[in-house]
């Protein structure tokens, strides 16, 4: 005689998987956006760290092609991209370099305390879908502007 499961075994089986699947999910998208935005603070101290150089060989903001840095891939005309993130310098914006999310509207920007984020600028297509502040435990300014 042979033995093989159930129809309610199996029934079990997928839906311990499928709640176990919603559980995991929003936490595996809250850990692959906060490793993009460590991408994006690393690339950002570099870019900072360049600008201060550079402002004080020339005495003026500089643009990100003036920095001894590269930072994703560089059109002319254009800034540097990396996947996720648009890159500018202290000639853009608000006078300080920053960073752009791509995907939502979420801006960082260097500041003399840390790197501080604003959303809802109206610089990219889609209101940021998570709280921010509480994901990458960085303070909220409403001056950083990415447009």
């Not at 998208?29 to 201060?52: G, P, S, W, Y």
């Not at 853009?92 to 984020?117: H, M, N, T, W």
């Given at each position: 005689?042979?033995?093989?499961?159930?129809?309610?075994?199996l029934?079990?089986?997928?839906?311990?998987?499928?709640i176990l699947?919603?559980?995991?999910?929003?936490?595996?998208?809250?850990?692959?956006?906060?490793?993009?935005?460590?991408?994006?603070?690393?690339?950002?101290?570099?870019?900072?760290q360049?600008?201060?150089?550079?402002?004080?060989?020339?005495?003026?903001?500089?643009?990100?092609?003036?920095?001894?840095?590269?930072?994703?891939?560089s059109?002319?005309?254009?800034?540097?991209?990396?996947?996720?993130?648009?890159?500018?310098?202290?000639?853009?914006?608000?006078?300080?370099?920053?960073?752009?999310?791509?995907?939502?509207d979420?801006?960082?920007?260097?500041?003399?305390?840390?790197?501080?984020?604003?959303?809802?600028?109206?610089?990219a297509?889609?209101?940021?879908?998570?709280?921010?502040?509480?994901?990458?435990n960085?303070?909220?300014?409403?001056?950083c502007?990415?447009?």
């Amino acid at each position: 005689m042979k033995r093989g499961f159930t129809l309610i075994e199996l029934l079990v089986v997928v839906l311990i998987i499928g709640i176990l699947s919603a559980v995991a999910l929003p936490q595996y998208t809250k850990a692959v956006t906060k490793a993009r935005f460590a991408e994006a603070f690393a690339n950002l101290k570099t870019i900072a760290q360049a600008d201060a150089v550079c402002q004080l060989a020339t005495g003026h903001a500089c643009a990100i092609e003036d920095l001894d840095v590269q930072v994703g891939v560089s059109s002319p005309g254009r800034y540097p991209e990396t996947e996720y993130f648009w890159y500018a310098a202290s000639d853009a914006a608000d006078g300080s370099p920053y960073a752009q999310y791509k995907k939502e509207d979420v801006c960082l920007c260097v500041r003399e305390s840390g790197i501080v984020f604003s959303t809802g600028s109206g610089c990219a297509s889609a209101d940021p879908s998570m709280n921010y502040g509480a994901l990458l435990n960085i303070p909220e300014d409403e001056t950083c502007s990415c447009c």
